[in-house]
């Protein structure tokens, strides 16, 4: 495995982990607010004061005029994460940390499917394999088994 593929794996792993801590932190915010909604924007507001100022402190503020030329769904990406903010804390009191990430991943390597078959957004085209589809099943299966 080269360096930047191990690189980009243990960087996105402590991405998961992050993700992983920012659910429960989340709820314990929406609990003592009374409204996960709120806990929600709370984290969005964190989270965009944090990136602006690491935006602004490498220099990539510049890049704020090139936004008008973007296709009207590129600007959907913070709804959809908000969404998944918003899911995650209001749901983590139900399934549990492990179940509720084991459907994160099951949702997310579906719809991956989708986007790879298609090449929508202007990825790589990679088609749907037999294998891919067992990686599924696995974390399907991996889904099942998180159920106490």
């Known amino acids: 495995m080269s360096g930047p593929v ?10 998961g ?14 609990r003592a607010s009374g409204s996960f909604v709120l806990a929600a924007g709370i984290s ?3 989270g965009f004061v944090a990136l602006f100022a ?9 890049g704020l005029a090139n936004l008008g030329d973007v296709p009207w769904w ?14 995650n ?12 990430f084991a459907t994160v991943v099951l949702g997310q390597m579906v719809m991956s ?7 929508a957004f202007g990825v790589p085209r990679e088609p749907i394999s037999w294998t891919r589809i067992a ?11 998180s159920r106490p």
């Open 6 to 15: 191990f690189l980009a794996l243990v960087t996105v792993m402590l991405g």
């Open 17 to 30: 982990a992050a993700v992983a801590l920012q659910v429960p932190i989340n709820a314990v915010l929406g």
């Open 44 to 46: 969005f507001g964190v």
């Open 54 to 62: 690491l935006a602004g402190l490498r220099g990539s503020l510049g």
């Open 74 to 87: 590129a600007w959907t990406g913070g709804l959809l994460g908000a969404y998944f903010v918003w899911a």
């Open 89 to 100: 804390v209001s749901s983590v009191g139900v399934l549990g940390v492990v179940t509720l």
């Open 113 to 119: 499917l989708g986007i790879d078959a298609t090449g």
């Open 135 to 145: 990686g599924v099943l696995m974390v399907l299966g991996g889904l099942i088994l």
